[in-house]
């Protein structure tokens, strides 16, 4: 999968699918190969939202050197999760950054019971374990790119917290700052985003799953 960004609104890439700008890949993933990458049609993959489900199509690429194929995934989606990644999002806040207990969760991110308890708690189990990956990885890009960012000052309290799920979260609102200032068409982005460009980008440095 190459996570590949076409905005957060899923309804517009139903509707755009046909005149959506597919990037063609330049190397393929598997044996390295340089410009032999050719389109492979569509696949179908299917997003729960709260109170809707979604059949999208996702564009595949075949290297015709080793016939591998990868296909675009949407940063609106992670690898190995039916639900849409702001469901899943907000889920994640609520439960690390909002402290909230998981009767909580459940009452707050639910609707008629789904996503259910164990699929909520899955979620959360799975972003704490990957969470101190994930946060050295943003700490070593801001340290390489704005060493001015606070959140590398140890001893000060915009560093945030330290647990690792909380200091991740509070991490990717850094890596959104510094983001804004490199792409300018991040400039609308707000915090709403900070999943998608967390995700999009640990995604292309090879950090695995997310949640």
């Not at 708690?121 to 390489?144: K, M, N, P, S």
């Amino acid at each position: 999968m190459i996570v590949t960004d076409f905005g957060d609104d899923v309804q517009a890439y139903l509707d755009q699918v046909e005149q959506l700008n597919f990037p063609r890949p330049a190397v393929c993933l598997y044996c390295q190969v340089v410009g032999r990458m050719i389109g492979h049609g569509f696949y179908p993959r299917k997003a729960l939202g709260l109170t809707q489900v979604y059949g999208l199509s996702l564009k595949r690429w075949c290297c015709a050197a080793c016939h591998h194929t990868v296909a675009l995934l949407p940063s609106f989606l992670l690898s190995y999760r039916h639900y849409l990644l702001a469901v899943i999002q907000v889920v994640v806040i609520t439960r690390f950054e909002d402290v909230a207990t998981w009767v909580q969760v459940a009452q707050r991110c639910s609707v008629n019971e789904a996503p259910s308890p164990r699929t909520i708690g899955r979620w959360c189990d799975a972003f704490a374990e990957h969470a101190a990956t994930w946060w050295a990885a943003v700490q070593q890009t801001l340290a390489q790119q704005d060493m001015g960012s606070p959140l590398l000052d140890p001893l000060g309290e915009s560093a945030g917290p330290r647990d690792t799920p909380r200091a991740l979260l509070h991490a990717a609102l850094h890596l959104l700052a510094w983001a804004k200032t490199r792409w300018t068409e991040l400039a609308d982005y707000g915090l709403k985003d900070r999943f998608r460009v967390l995700w999009h980008w640990g995604a292309s440095r090879g950090l695995g799953r997310l949640i």
